[in-house]
């Protein structure tokens, strides 16, 4: 029901800064958890953030708190990441997701039945 757009990736120097965002579609944005997730090369799909319907809850992998930080504008229908300090190994193709339940971005096993994914965009960080 919800459709996604991610933009906002490049190239970046270690150290440096992005912030990815993600517009949705529609007029239900606001009834929906998001998440990002990404996928570097040669590895499996990694949670990285996710923001509940409110924006009051927040939830990080361990490797991205401190430096990467999830929000949402539900009148713009647009969920960001803002990612500070990044490192070579922040390299990968980042996604945004959304769902009617927030348990179902942060449970690994429970992927597979997500609402809706965005085609990505790729963030690269140089050394």
């Known amino acids: 029901q919800v459709q996604l757009v991610e933009t906002g990736g490049g190239l970046v120097q270690a150290g440096g800064s992005l912030r990815l965002s993600c517009a949705a579609s529609?007029?239900?944005?606001?009834?929906?958890?998001m998440g990002w997730f990404r996928q570097a090369p040669g590895k499996e799909r990694e949670f990285v953030a996710a923001?509940?319907?409110?924006?009051?809850?927040?939830y990080y992998a361990d490797s991205v708190k401190g430096r990467f930080t999830i929000s949402r504008n539900n009148a713009k229908n647009t969920v960001y990441l803002q990612m500070n300090s990044l490192k070579p190994e922040d390299t990968a193709v980042y996604y945004c997701a959304a769902d009617r339940r927030l348990h179902t971005i942060v449970e690994r096993t429970a992927w597979g039945h997500l609402d809706a994914w965005g085609q990505g965009t790729l963030v690269t960080v140089s050394s």
């Open positions: 923001v509940d319907w409110s924006g009051g809850s927040t």
């Open positions: 529609g007029r239900t944005f606001s009834s929906y958890a």
